[in-house]
DNA sequence: TTAACTGATCTACTATTATAGTGCAGTAAA
DNA sequence: TTTACTGCACTATAATAGTAGATCAGTTAA
């Protein structure tokens, strides 16, 4: 049986964001390991191939796939692939972490603007429901912004 | 009697976060005008002061100022200095804006994170209270991140 | 007027980001 | 074994981001 457990990433890449569209990749696929989208042991895409699905260069991927190495996100298999590799403790703490760490950034930029707490819940309460009944998820990309 | 209405940026930058320094600059003087904290004809820092202030290259603050000016956030006065222009429709609208895009960009991260309404319900009790209460305003960097 | 500031313009240089292409060795499945 | 895939290691090129330093003209306040 051959092994047909590629994952596949949906996400979308801004190529005129701030924010280098190897950075933006990373983050999805360090954010989908994080959240367990992407299991212990899983396939990830081939260079080539999330390359050409991706519309960049394979070594673009190649770079992304080496950090994660580093991070201890994946591992290789030289011939064979790249493969999600998650320690569970590790990945529980890390996961925290984001999340403390986008919270608080996304306080600050709210707070700056001189929104209240009542303001943030308004307005969380209309946009949760209905980013969590659209289930897939959503776009990693423009934590940087476009310049023109 | 002296100008001396010179408006200070109290902001960090992280020349490791993957978003380049002049954005993270950028978007700090952005938010400072959207929220009224820089106000209508106030005087910016000048550019070898401010440059001088962050460390970084005056022709990095100049390419900062033009970018605003562009986007109609200051105006400069050549041989006196840059200045806060802003529209009041349109400061007004901006500030919506980015509130929104601000939240559902939170929104998507920690949805794909897995937390539930209530856990960021939490959270935010939690932090905003801290937050609110060190009036000054945060740090904008990192919404890039190292890459070590 | 003078002195010290201001923005504006310019050149030269470096590092990072990303593309483009070649080739080689290891792996997996027919 | 053969074929097609895989990671990996190169080199070369280009655009962007940022540093460094000089010069010039306009503005402001003494």
Redesign the interface.
């Known amino acids: 049986m051959k092994q047909e457990e590629r994952t596949f990433f949906e996400f979308k890449i801004d190529v005129k964001s ?3 569209v190897y ?1 933006q990749v990373k ?1 999805a696929i360090k ?2 390991i ?4 992407l299991k212990e042991g899983e396939k990830l895409m081939s260079l080539r191939e999330l390359a050409l699905k991706l519309q960049i260069n394979p070594n673009t991927i190649i770079k992304i796939y080496t ?1 994660l190495e580093v991070e201890g996100y994946v591992y290789s298999r030289p011939g064979a692939g790249y493969f999600v590799k998650v320690d569970k403790e590790k990945l529980k703490k890390e ?1 925290f972490v ?18 209240s ?1 009542d ?3 308004e ?3 209309r ?2 429901n209905r ?2 009944d659209a289930a897939n ?4 990309e ?4 476009s ?1 023109a």
């Open positions: 701030a924010l280098p950075e983050r954010l989908a994080l959240s367990q989208r950090q996961r984001l999340f403390e760490k986008e919270t608080q950034d996304y306080i600050a930029k709210v707070i700056e603007l001189g929104y707490f303001d943030v819940l307005i969380l309460k946009y949760f980013e969590n998820f959503k776009n990693i423009d934590t940087g912004g310049n």
